[in-house]
């Protein structure tokens, strides 16, 4: 299973919201798209589901033209674009049941689908009723109700309380354990780096970078952790002296600001020593999220939201 | 797993829309419309109208006099807003990234309209003839005639109606202005061809003559002209053949537009 965007671009006018975005996303895992407002992450995503219908390249999934081929291409395919709305005077069970009756597929997923999303309850209640956060929640579940193999998910948490934020997060994160391919727009990197394995950028239409996550915290880790103690630090040259400690910054009597060279191995091993001399530690995080760095130099000022 | 054939995914879009009008109560709001309606036309009937000095088929010409204004009422009912609202309301960003074509989207939703205006239309034409029955103890082959073709007005008036929500992208734009023009436009174009002489050959409401023409007999001739006072009026009466035409391109060439409009426009 994959989907791919072989010199896709979509223009208005004389502005291009896409520019020839060539990009191959296989296999079972989740892929977060960043950008800012206005980037083309949505319009990628609707140029997927047939939405929008290109002005150049192709969009391809499991090697069928979405173009050509749409009842192909996205017959595995479960989505979720933007904030859709439902038919008011259907319930969530209705609604289901039509996305599986127009694939012809069973409907033994549906009851499920619902239950995931924290939805059952209201399996029977007509939709118009339903705040921002349940459509939603309700638009995860039609997307999962089909049995897809692959889910392109355009900000799915948007609309939610923190609560509905972190449920649809563990939602997916499980999900990439049943072996499904996940493309999920999004501009909340800590969400990315949580849910995500891999991560492609896009700005003014083009895409700057696509890699693991993984790969993105190394090139751009910022070799610093913020350090809170329980009580004032006295000793800063006791700290500086601990191996592999190349500055400290005094941010407060409480906390500061520790510079090391080296990698997780250091950075583990100058915890360890700050508790074994006797510094009582109630926390201890890298300074920012190495995404956010990537980000923010690949885009950075950029941003047109 | 077997492709869902697009006939088959036409059905289905026809069912859920059909459900649709049932939960909305939309069907059962035209329902007590044309109840009220009939009822209406049964007491005006019985009480004004003498039916001893009337034919069969010239009595229930009566009843069929309105049949035109429910025709596009029930059109503009379950036709009006059904693909604006996909644009307008986001119900599309639900159902379009289906593996599904946007025809069988169409064409499931239309039959849902007709399926919907049929039974108003049928039920109309029930109250028509059971009481043309009543008062004439007979019911003439022509009133079959008028409501075969009262069915192909309702085909050509709805496509025209699809082709109208396929273009506006908001419901009650859609509606208002379908509206506007079944009973504004057509009507003046009818008006205006009387006074220039000029056949109104592409109205549809002109064509809609055919399903009272066809209860008179003789058929009315097709152009009369009345004059005096310096005014030359001219009325048309669409032949058969015509008005048949007329409500067959009406179909045909609103379903190629509206198919083509949904097949390419896209959810922005």
């Known amino acids: ?305 | 797993m077997d492709d869902k054939s697009s006939v088959a995914q036409m059905f289905t879009i026809a069912k859920y829309q059909f459900l649709n009008y049932i939960r909305s109560k939309r069907i059962f709001i035209l329902l007590a419309i044309t109840v009220a309606i009939s009822v209406t036309y049964f007491i005006v009937m019985w009480k004004y109208v003498n039916p001893e000095y009337l034919t069969s088929n010239d009595y229930i010409s009566r009843w069929v006099s309105f049949l035109s204004f429910l025709i596009v009422l029930a059109a503009l009912f379950f036709g009006g807003d059904a693909i604006a609202s996909e644009y307008g309301k986001k119900t599309g960003y639900f159902l379009f990234p289906n593996p599904i074509k946007r025809w069988s989207i169409l064409w499931g939703k239309f039959l849902a309209s007709y399926l919907a205006s049929l039974i108003m239309i049928l039920l109309y034409w029930g109250v028509a003839i059971g009481d043309t029955y009543m008062a004439k103890k007979e019911i003439s082959v022509e009133v079959f005639y008028s409501m075969g073709l009262s069915l192909l007005y309702l085909m050509g008036v709805l496509a025209l109606t699809y082709l109208f929500s396929s273009f506006f992208k908001n419901s009650a734009i859609s509606i208002t202005i379908t509206a506007i023009i079944y009973f504004f436009v057509f009507n003046i174009v009818d008006s205006i061809a009387m006074l220039t002489g000029v056949e109104p050959w592409f109205s549809i409401t002109y064509a809609g003559g055919v399903i009272e023409n066809v209860l008179k007999n003789p058929y009315p001739s097709h152009i009369q002209t009345i004059g005096g006072g310096g005014i030359k009026i001219t009325m048309f009466n669409v032949p058969l053949e015509m008005g048949i035409e007329i409500m067959v391109g009406y179909f045909i060439i609103s379903a190629v537009i509206a198919t083509l409009l949904i097949t390419y426009r896209e959810m922005k």
């Not at chain 1, 999934?61 to 749409?70: A, C, R, T």
């Open chain 1, 1 to 305: 299973m994959y989907i791919e965007s072989v010199n896709l671009s979509k223009k208005y006018g004389d502005f291009y919201a896409l520019r020839n975005l060539n990009l191959k996303i296989e296999g079972s895992k989740c892929v977060g798209y960043l950008g800012p407002n206005g980037a083309g992450k949505t319009t990628t995503l609707k140029l997927f589901t047939n939405l929008l219908r290109p002005t150049t390249g192709e969009a391809i999934i499991n090697g069928y033209s979405v173009k050509k081929e749409i009842k192909k291409a996205l017959k595995h395919v479960g989505t979720l674009i933007e904030s859709p709305e439902f038919y008011p005077y259907l319930t969530p069970m209705e609604l289901l049941s039509m996305a599986c009756d127009i694939r012809g597929i069973s409907k033994k997923d549906i009851k499920n689908a619902l239950k995931k999303v924290r939805l059952y309850e209201w399996r029977e209640k007509k939709v118009g009723k339903f705040s921002k956060g349940m459509k939603q929640r309700l638009a995860l579940a039609t997307a999962l109700a089909v049995n897809p193999e692959i889910l392109i998910l355009d900000e799915p948490t948007t609309g939610m309380d923190p609560q509905g934020m972190m449920e649809i997060r563990e939602i997916i994160r499980d999900l990439k354990k049943e072996g499904i391919l996940i493309f999920m727009s999004s501009h909340l990197l800590p969400e990315v780096t949580y849910v995500c394995d891999e991560v492609a950028m896009i700005n003014r239409g083009k895409l700057i970078l696509y890699d693991s996550i993984e790969n993105v915290s190394r090139k751009f880790s910022t070799h610093a952790v913020v350090v809170e103690f329980l009580s004032p630090v006295e000793k800063v040259e006791e700290i500086e002296e601990i191996k592999g400690v190349r500055a400290v910054n005094l941010i407060s009597p409480y906390k500061l600001r520790l510079s090391f060279s080296g990698g997780a191995e250091i950075q583990y091993h100058i915890l360890k020593e700050l508790l074994e001399k006797g510094y009582r530690v109630v926390s201890y995080q890298s300074e920012s999220l190495a995404l956010e760095k990537a980000y923010i130099k690949l885009i950075g000022g950029d941003n047109l939201g």
